[in-house]
């Protein structure tokens, strides 16, 4: 698990209830017979029946309260880690759309890049497509397609740009553009 993760995960390991609404209610009608009862009782019972539902109305009414302010604390402590987990979020969001945009760059550099090294080579419009199609990954029969041409013409315009690039074919023109942009690779492993 990711530190961040760590750091931001609730902590279940504490007692909290999981309906404390309910418990609250619960301790709030009991709290309100107890009282009901003891005002009864006031009227004719004896002194240790009166003070025993008086430790169980005072006690019942300090669990509320108590059951209260803990449901309060949890709900501030949420809300505290709601807006670090919003602030976080911004600052991920920024940080992606400002990578966005520096590729965004960096492809349109690409693309300029492709497009004086075509016209170094001489190739055609046709041949220009051609090439951009083979560098995006399409086979013959999509780049057909694409151009609305027979696949055999696909196929002799692609030969024409090898010989013209003075490549082998598709392997070798995808690695002309892009073996510069590649990190370099692990180090082999010795055996």
């Known amino acids: ?17 999981q309906h404390p609404v ?4 619960v301790f709030a009608v009991l709290a309100v017979l107890l009282l009901t009862d ?22 019942t009414i300090a669990a509320t ?8 604390a949890k709900r501030r402590a949420t809300a505290r ?4 987990l919003r602030g976080r979020l911004r600052a991920a969001s920024e940080d992606a759309e400002r990578w966005r945009a520096e590729a965004h760059e960096a492809l349109a550099g690409l693309g300029a890049a492709i497009e004086r090294q075509c016209d170094r080579w001489g190739l055609t419009e046709a041949e220009r497509a051609v ?3 083979l ?7 999509e780049i057909a397609a694409v151009r609305g041409t027979a696949e055999r013409t696909a196929r002799q315009q692609a030969l024409v740009v090898y010989r013209k690039a003075g490549l082998a074919g598709r392997a070798e023109l995808s690695a002309f553009f892009l ?3 590649l990190a370099p690779g692990p180090p082999p492993r010795a055996p």
């Open 131 to 133: 090439a951009v199609l």
């Open 65 to 72: 309260v108590r059951l209260w302010l803990r449901l309060a």
């Open 179 to 181: 073996e510069d942009l």
């Open 38 to 59: 003891l005002i009864a009782d006031a009227l004719g019972t004896s002194a240790l029946h009166v003070a025993v539902e008086v430790a169980a109305t005072t006690f």
């Open 135 to 141: 560098l995006k990954g399409l086979s013959m029969k």
């Open 1 to 17: 698990m990711l530190d961040a993760e760590r750091e931001i995960r609730f902590d279940e390991s504490q007692d909290a209830p």
């Open 81 to 84: 880690r709601m807006e670090e």
């Open 22 to 25: 309910i418990e609250i209610a």
